[in-house]
């Protein structure tokens, strides 16, 4: 049997800062190196790439010594550090000399005892929440990963883990490309049957969404909230995904998260409304909840349908176009990193409200296509997740 090494990712990775940049320096598209923000992560990321190609910000040598910027080398993994972002565990790997803004951190093998994409593969399953600090905005120091341990094989059987789960990672994208596609699909009929949300028709009434849902319902009024050894379904913001997947199988007693979360039923509409979760598309319709109750993240935002008025797929999609959160976006308040979409912007938006025999006709048509998105996801999951951990196994046990 292999000696396989046990190692600290300090003693084997060398670690690297990001640099501070000021709005007066970004915008440009052309420059010696590209400089990666979180956003430049999150894009790469959303295409199923490994490898950072590309920037929406480039400097020159003028501007990295005015900025007493850092360089970092190629075949270095990074990863947000900071916020929201840093529990969505995404890594990208760059492909050239490039700087990383400060709330991005980057890792890279000391020596060739060990593979760039090894340390890739390996830090895509080390979840960065759990080292960080327990403050209102997360956030991981370099002193923390650095006694984190990783099981290091030979490079030969490096070689080979990295081959399968390259191709692993084929049929990933595979898979979620078709996903995208059933999400396009659903979006292209809500057009077909009710047009583009921000095309409002001016000939018929516009209504207030807070005029057909319920915004932030509030749970004093709900009377089954009595029992404190009742069951709930917690939802943290990991457990929804940008394709509406929910995972409700984390049960807590109401009296473990009846102060501090947010409160929402079945059919409730769950809306993540802070940075970058909200741009990248984070909600859901929550379903399969534990006695038909949840609570989960503060960060999200909760739309109840009203009888006879609104129907939850009918919302949700409203909630994911591009267009709709584009508008969302502008609206919102706060300092960078932590900005959020105020309860004000879904009150007052207006949209142009369908017969709900329409709406439920449509609904209708999106649970056919749930249909062919939940094997999907399944497979997303669960079954690529356990062919990883085949793999990965020998380095991420503890």
Not at 155 to 163: D, E, F, Y
């Amino acid at each position: 049997m292999e000696d396989i090494k046990i190692k600290l990712l300090g003693e084997i990775c060398e670690f690297y800062s990001g640099t501070g940049f000021p709005k007066k320096f970004q915008g440009n598209l052309e420059g010696k190196y590209p400089f990666y923000k979180v956003g430049d992560i999150s894009k790469s990321a959303d295409e199923n790439k490994n490898f950072l190609t590309k920037s929406d910000n480039y400097v020159d040598e003028r501007i990295v010594k005015t900025l007493k910027g850092k360089i970092v080398p190629p075949k270095t993994i990074v990863f947000a550090k900071i916020g929201e972002a840093l529990k969505l565990n995404r890594r990208m790997i760059t492909s050239t000399e490039c700087l990383i803004d400060n709330n991005v951190l980057g890792i890279k093998p000391k020596n060739d005892s060990i593979l760039a994409e090894y340390i890739f593969y390996f830090m895509k399953f080390v979840k960065l929440e759990n080292y960080s600090e327990s403050t209102t905005v997360p956030s991981v120091r370099k002193s923390e990963l650095e006694k984190i341990k990783i099981r290091v094989p030979s490079i030969q059987n490096q070689q080979k883990i990295i081959s399968i789960l390259e191709n692993i990672d084929k049929t990933k994208k595979s898979k979620t490309e078709s996903l995208k596609k059933l999400n396009e699909l659903i979006k292209a009929r809500f057009v077909e049957m009710f047009g583009d949300p921000e095309i409002k028709n001016k000939d018929k009434s516009l209504k207030k969404l807070c005029d057909i849902c319920l915004v932030n319902p509030d749970k004093r009024k709900d009377p089954r909230l009595t029992n404190n050894d009742l069951e709930v379904s917690f939802v943290p913001m990991s457990a929804v995904s940008e394709n509406g997947d929910i995972d409700t199988t984390n049960i807590k007693l109401y009296s473990e998260v009846r102060k501090g979360f947010t409160y929402f039923s079945s059919n409730d509409v769950l809306f993540a409304k802070i940075t970058p979760c909200m741009e990248n598309g984070k909600g859901a319709i929550a379903q399969n909840l534990k006695n038909d109750i949840g609570f989960g993240s503060t960060e999200f935002h909760v739309l109840r349908p009203l009888e006879n008025l609104s129907n939850p797929y009918w919302l949700y999609v409203l909630t994911t176009f591009d267009s709709f959160r584009k508008v969302a976006e502008i609206n919102m308040t706060g300092s960078a990193g932590q900005k959020r979409v105020p309860v004000k912007f879904l009150e007052n938006y207006k949209v142009n409200i369908p017969p709900l025999s329409l709406q439920n006709e449509f609904a209708n048509f999106v649970q056919q296509v749930d249909k062919s998105k939940f094997e999907n996801i399944v497979y997303l999951n669960k079954t690529l997740s356990s062919k990883i951990l085949s793999q990965l196994g020998d380095a991420i046990r503890d």
